[in-house]
T-cell receptor, first 112, second 112 residues
């Protein structure tokens, strides 16, 4: 069966520090991959999505970037965190040609 | 791009009552409409979805209706129970391999 792993679960980082959140999917090939941010425990904002290696689309201009170094690995990065980057970050995947998106357990990021 | 509006933002009902959450979408090309439930601090999980070739779908106490002409769809929960308390998100997409656009969520509280 397919599973998605996202880590770390919680992270506290100082302003100006770098960020790297990792997400991996097991049990499937060539998945669509997504990064969402959820602020204040509510709306889900799509940050990046990828339909294949080296095919990443950015939805919202910001100081975050995403990379997909391997087929089932999706990384969210920042060179210098801002206070406004605090939130709950969710990785998700869907099957190529599929409809449903499956979410990882999320990373709660607090920038102090 | 797609825009999904969701109402109400909060909903409080008594146990046993029905709850209805409504969403509208803007892109007439959207043809897939899932609903996700997110319990506090956890990942969103799909509870029901509907595609544009269907007007209504039921799964035990939950049902979703879709009006493509008016571009709106609704989630209906009957005989609500305290464990139904959560944030519910609607979403829309143009189908497989297309990103999901989410509404801002509805916090449902079921009072015992």
């Amino acid at each position: 069966s397919q599973t998605i792993h996202q880590w770390p679960a919680t992270l506290v980082q100082p302003v100006g520090s770098p960020l790297s959140l990792e997400c991996t999917v097991e049990g499937t090939s060539n998945p669509n991959l997504y990064w969402y941010r959820q602020a204040a425990g509510r709306g889900l904002q799509l940050l990046f999505y990828s339909i294949g290696i080296d095919q990443i689309s950015s939805e919202v201009p910001q100081n975050l970037s995403a990379s997909r170094p391997q087929d089932r690995q999706f990384i969210l990065s920042s060179k210098k965190l801002l206070l406004s980057d605090s939130g709950f970050y969710l990785c998700a995947w869907s099957v190529q040609g599929g409809f449903e998106a499956f979410f990882g357990q999320g990373t709660r990021l607090t920038v102090v | 791009g797609e825009n999904v509006e969701q109402h109400p933002s909060t909903l409080s009902v008594q146990e046993g009552d029905s709850a209805v959450i409504k969403c509208t979408y803007s892109d007439s090309a959207s043809n897939y409409f899932p609903w996700y439930k997110q319990e506090l601090g956890k990942r969103p999980q799909l509870i029901i979805d509907i595609r544009s070739n269907v007007g209504e779908k039921k799964d035990q106490r939950i049902a979703v209706t879709l009006n493509k002409t008016a571009k709106h769809f609704s989630l209906h929960i009957t005989e609500t129970q305290p464990e139904d308390s959560a944030v519910y998100f609607c979403a829309a997409s143009q189908g497989s391999n297309y990103k999901l656009t989410f509404g801002k969520g509805t916090l449902l509280t079921v009072n015992p």
